[in-house]
């Protein structure tokens, strides 16, 4: 690896300026005026394709700009999912150990506690001692929110934040979204015509400007996250507009489009097949299904469009204080596109049942994830077919055009294969790049746990071994800062991968991965397969099991396992499944994780007598990744499952008499569903198998709160009356 004199020599700053840094302490504090700023930008939910400079025909004209005057990486990680993904990116260390696995669950085990670790520091806390000034704006989702009454140990300015504006929790409204907060209160938005992602970069361009103004030419560092283009697909008029007819063509035009831009920029190379097409035919659908699915794409792409003008806005603050060139700008995603389907599914409806369509008081907080109604009154409306948009719409862009964003790579964010983990990364620093390389491919492997070191390196700083009477664990990445020289940045350790049981480790050119605790491991040779279309695992059995034994030391050793849901490595879900076949349950029962039937590989029977005056749920355990429900929708029995977010649904042909039903649901070791109501058998289906570990989620009797196993939108309680529900688990 490069020192960092040779580094600063080699980028064209002195060595006045190498010395000003390399023992930075607060009391050199004035003398830091050498090393550069650091502005990390990252976006949520986006694929590795939807930049322009990335290959697509979404206009981002700022972030295009960086990348022809920056450099472009072309294989730079991320962790599949938004929180694991935070964690690692602030705190330079795998998410498990940073305490952050999975969400923001303590689930009893040291590596998904779902809360920011304290044996970790953030970049923040690491160089605010060498001097630099600390701000965030946008998205933290590193610690639990519980509403006005959150505990705010974990906050941004708790964990080295000079200054924040943004959101504790990981969703909400862009007009008006939960737990936006300012420093450490909870605020409501200022205006009428509040976009969240505007008052991020503004918010951004202000501490730009008031750093300058109270702290001269000492460094800063920056955080902004936003949530775009995370749903619901959220944009304003005018900006929809810029996009109107630009999908008519559907999904799979503009996905080939994307993959022969792709090849001809150099991005990818020719022997990379393009994955097999999740989406269904474009050309068979109705020309009503063509303009809901066009809409949803034309919004996500207005979305983007928005951030990368609030990205331009901070530039142009980063040029109007001098600070521009040294200042370090990598932006990147937190991980691929997204394929779940929240809030479009059903028939059009109003999220929230019986609500009132009042206006909120002025200054009244938002307190919910998806608002009953907007401010001025309307209720917020979700179902297949809702145009999104408009703040009373709360809709995401689905699995097709997530196929989309993921060109040319499988699956997507929960899942470790290419599709859930790529991202850009786009570096540019005018004053540390230079000028043979802008413009330039990297093509070397990088992960989240590279920022802090890279961060730590071009600051000057000294990472911690204890912290605020912590033991702190070692950076585990590696400084970019060679890379940004076309230098080797002398990597000498695996990038290792772990999420939902789906576990990934990359060696050089080769990357072993696994769907789920029970998936086999699959090989790659990512140099000529990227795509992961050619498993080689049947070649080269030897290099699969030292792989897979490295992956499993390392494993250990990082907290990534036990973890809370089955497989072979999930000794910790055991212990915490009840050991109980057979429950007994009444109207309104709710069982934790630990305490609910173990179903993971198990064949299992649910029972339940009701009184049903409409729809709703009778009783469901689980979410919107793994679980089952029976619930009645449209008046029509249902027993939904889901496997890692694959759905099966039994449904009855006619809908039942309101009135006293007794009904039978039964997932068979094999897959088979059966529904029985009045002694017969009234529908069946075939799902994949018996669930594949132990539901998160918990059950719930009369409603799903947690989040939705079936077609249909949390918590959706039963218009009705459960008297019991029992469930018999195979012993």
Same mark, same amino acid.
């Given at each position: 690896? *490069?020192?960092?004199?040779?580094?600063?020599?080699?980028?064209?700053?002195?060595?006045?300026?190498?010395?000003?840094?390399?023992?930075?302490?607060?009391?050199?504090?004035?003398?830091?005026?050498?090393?550069?700023?650091?502005?990390?930008?990252?976006?949520?939910?986006?694929?590795?394709?939807?930049?322009?400079?990335?290959?697509?025909?979404?206009?981002?004209?700022?972030?295009?700009?960086?990348?022809?005057?920056?450099?472009?990486?072309?294989?730079?990680?991320?962790?599949?999912?938004?929180?694991?993904?935070?964690?690692?990116?602030?705190?330079? *260390?795998?998410?498990?150990?940073?305490?952050? &696995?999975?969400?923001?669950?303590?689930?009893?085990?040291?590596?998904?506690?779902?809360?920011?670790?304290?044996?970790?520091?953030?970049?923040?806390?690491?160089?605010?001692?060498?001097?630099?000034?600390?701000?965030?704006?946008?998205?933290?989702?590193?610690?639990?929110?519980?509403?006005?009454?959150?505990?705010?140990?974990?906050?941004?300015?708790?964990?080295?934040?000079?200054?924040?504006?943004?959101?504790?929790?990981?969703? /909400?409204?862009?007009?008006?979204?939960?737990?936006?907060?300012?420093?450490?209160?909870?605020?409501?938005?200022?205006?009428?015509?509040?976009?969240?992602?505007?008052?991020?970069?503004?918010?951004?361009?202000?501490?730009?400007?008031?750093?300058?103004?109270?702290?001269?030419?000492?460094?800063?560092?920056?955080?902004?996250?936003?949530?775009?283009?995370?749903?619901?697909?959220?944009?304003?008029?005018?900006?929809?507009?810029?996009?109107?007819?630009?999908?008519?063509?559907?999904?799979?035009?503009?996905?080939?489009?994307?993959?022969?831009?792709?090849?001809?920029?150099?991005?990818?190379?020719?022997?990379?097949?393009?994955?097999?097409?999740?989406? &269904?035919?474009?050309?068979?659908?109705?020309?009503?299904?063509?303009?809901?699915?066009?809409?949803?794409?034309?919004?996500?792409?207005?979305?983007?469009?928005?951030?990368?003008?609030?990205?331009?806005?901070?530039?142009?603050?980063?040029?109007?204080?001098?600070?521009? $060139?040294?200042?370090?700008?990598?932006? *990147?995603?937190?991980?691929?596109?997204?394929?779940?389907?929240?809030?479009?599914? /059903?028939?059009?409806?109003?999220?929230?049942?019986?609500?009132?369509?009042?206006?909120?008081?002025?200054?009244?907080?938002?307190?919910?994830?998806?608002?009953?109604?907007?401010?001025?009154?309307?209720?917020?409306?979700?179902?297949?077919?809702?145009?999104?948009?408009?703040?009373?719409?709360?809709?995401?862009?689905?699995?097709?055009?997530?196929?989309?964003?993921?060109?040319?790579?499988?699956?997507?964010?929960?899942?470790?294969?290419?599709?859930?983990?790529?991202?850009?990364?786009?570096?540019?620093?005018?004053?540390?790049?230079?000028?043979?390389?802008?413009?330039?491919?990297?093509?070397?492997?990088?992960?989240?746990?590279?920022?802090?070191?890279?961060?730590?390196?071009?600051?000057?700083?000294?990472?911690?071994?204890?912290?605020?009477?912590?033991?702190?664990?070692?950076?585990?990445?590696?400084?970019?800062?060679?890379?940004?020289?076309?230098?080797?940045?002398?990597?000498?350790?695996?990038?290792?991968?772990?999420?939902?049981?789906?576990?990934?480790?990359?060696?050089?050119?080769?990357?072993?991965?696994?769907?789920?605790?029970?998936?086999?491991? $699959?090989?790659?040779?990512?140099?000529?397969?990227?795509?992961?279309?050619?498993?080689?695992?049947?070649?080269?059995?030897?290099?699969?099991?030292?792989?897979?034994?490295?992956?499993?030391?390392?494993?250990?050793?990082?907290?990534?396992?036990?973890?809370?849901?089955?497989?072979?490595?999930?000794?910790?879900?055991?212990?915490?499944?009840?050991?109980?076949?057979?429950?007994?349950?009444?109207?309104?029962?709710?069982?934790?994780?630990? $305490?609910?039937?173990?179903?993971?590989?198990?064949?299992?029977?649910?029972?339940?007598?009701?009184?049903?005056?409409?729809?709703?749920?009778?009783?469901?355990?689980?979410?919107?990744?793994?679980?089952?429900?029976?619930?009645?929708?449209?008046?029509?029995?249902?027993?939904?499952?889901?496997?890692?977010?694959?759905?099966?649904?039994?449904?009855?042909?006619?809908?039942?008499?309101?009135?006293?039903?007794?009904?039978?649901?039964?997932?068979?070791?094999?897959?088979?569903?059966?529904?029985?109501?009045?002694?017969?058998?009234?529908?069946?289906?075939?799902?994949?198998?018996?669930?594949?570990?132990?539901?998160?989620?918990?059950?719930?009797?009369?409603?799903?709160?947690?989040?939705?196993?079936?077609?249909?939108?949390?918590?959706?309680?039963?218009?009705?009356?459960?008297?019991?529900?029992?469930?018999?688990?195979?012993?």
């Amino acid at each position: 690896m *490069l020192s960092r004199r040779r580094f600063l020599k080699s980028a064209g700053l002195g060595a006045a300026a190498f010395l000003a840094g390399c023992r930075a302490a607060p009391s050199r504090a004035a003398d830091a005026a050498g090393r550069p700023n650091i502005l990390l930008i990252m976006s949520d939910d986006m694929g590795f394709s939807d930049l322009g400079c990335y290959g697509s025909e979404i206009a981002t004209p700022t972030l295009d700009g960086l990348a022809s005057r920056g450099v472009r990486f072309t294989q730079f990680y991320n962790t599949a999912r938004c929180c694991p993904t935070r964690a690692s990116l602030i705190s330079g *260390l795998y998410q498990h150990q940073a305490g952050i &696995g999975h969400m923001m669950g303590d689930r009893g085990i040291d590596g998904f506690r779902g809360d920011l670790s304290t044996h970790c520091v953030t970049i923040a806390e690491a160089l605010k001692p060498a001097g630099y000034g600390t701000y965030m704006t946008g998205k933290w989702h590193v610690t639990p929110y519980r509403g006005p009454d959150t505990p705010k140990h974990n906050w941004p300015c708790q964990r080295g934040f000079d200054r924040y504006f943004g959101t504790i929790h990981g969703a /909400g409204s862009f007009y008006d979204p939960n737990g936006l907060t300012r420093d450490n209160e909870f605020i409501p938005p200022g205006s009428d015509d509040f976009y969240y992602t505007d008052a991020i970069s503004a918010s951004a361009a202000t501490y730009i400007r008031d750093h300058r103004r109270t702290k001269g030419d000492a460094p800063f560092f920056m955080y902004v996250a936003y949530t775009a283009a995370h749903w619901p697909m959220h944009a304003r008029p005018e900006d929809i507009a810029k996009y109107k007819g630009r999908y008519d063509a559907g999904w799979q035009a503009v996905r080939q489009a994307r993959y022969a831009r792709m090849k001809k920029m150099g991005l990818i190379k020719d022997e990379w097949d393009l994955s097999p097409r999740d989406a &269904g035919d474009w050309n068979a659908l109705s020309d009503a299904d063509k303009a809901w699915h066009a809409r949803r794409m034309e919004v996500y792409a207005a979305m983007v469009t928005v951030m990368d003008e609030g990205i331009d806005r901070i530039v142009q603050a980063l040029k109007e204080t001098g600070a521009y $060139e040294n200042t370090l700008i990598l932006f *990147l995603q937190d991980n691929g596109g997204c394929a779940e389907e929240f809030g479009s599914r /059903g028939e059009p409806r109003n999220h929230a049942k019986n609500v009132k369509a009042e206006p909120m008081k002025p200054g009244e907080l938002q307190t919910q994830m998806v608002p009953p109604v907007t401010r001025d009154g309307r209720p917020t409306r979700v179902g297949h077919g809702v145009m999104p948009g408009p703040a009373d719409t709360y809709i995401a862009y689905g699995l097709e055009w997530a196929n989309v964003s993921n060109t040319p790579f499988r699956l997507y964010k929960h899942w470790v294969h290419e599709g859930g983990i790529s991202t850009p990364l786009i570096a540019h620093w005018p004053a540390g790049i230079p000028e043979g390389r802008r413009g330039a491919y990297e093509r070397q492997p990088g992960h989240l746990i590279d920022i802090m070191a890279t961060c730590v390196d071009l600051a000057g700083a000294a990472y911690p071994k204890t912290f605020n009477g912590h033991a702190i664990v070692p950076m585990q990445g590696v400084s970019l800062a060679p890379a940004f020289l076309g230098k080797d940045v002398g990597r000498t350790e695996p990038i290792y991968f772990e999420h939902e049981g789906n576990r990934a480790i990359r060696i050089g050119k080769w990357k072993l991965v696994a769907k789920g605790p029970t998936g086999p491991w $699959e090989l790659y040779d990512i140099d000529a397969d990227r795509s992961e279309l050619h498993d080689l695992a049947g070649r080269h059995p030897d290099r699969v099991k030292a792989m897979a034994e490295r992956w499993e030391t390392f494993a250990r050793q990082a907290h990534m396992i036990p973890w809370p849901w089955k497989g072979e490595y999930g000794k910790a879900a055991a212990r915490k499944a009840s050991r109980k076949t057979h429950f007994e349950l009444g109207a309104g029962a709710a069982l934790a994780e630990g $305490e609910a039937p173990d179903v993971a590989g198990k064949a299992f029977r649910v029972a339940a007598d009701a009184q049903v005056r409409g729809d709703g749920v009778i009783a469901a355990q689980g979410g919107s990744s793994l679980g089952w429900s029976l619930y009645v929708q449209k008046g029509r029995l249902c027993f939904a499952t889901r496997h890692r977010n694959r759905l099966t649904v039994a449904k009855t042909d006619k809908a039942v008499a309101p009135g006293r039903v007794r009904v039978t649901a039964a997932l068979a070791r094999d897959g088979r569903i059966r529904l029985e109501a009045g002694g017969r058998t009234v529908a069946q289906a075939k799902a994949p198998g018996p669930l594949p570990s132990l539901p998160v989620d918990g059950l719930e009797v009369g409603r799903d709160e947690k989040g939705a196993v079936g077609e249909y939108e949390a918590p959706n309680a039963l218009a009705g009356t459960v008297e019991t529900v029992v469930i018999d688990v195979e012993k």
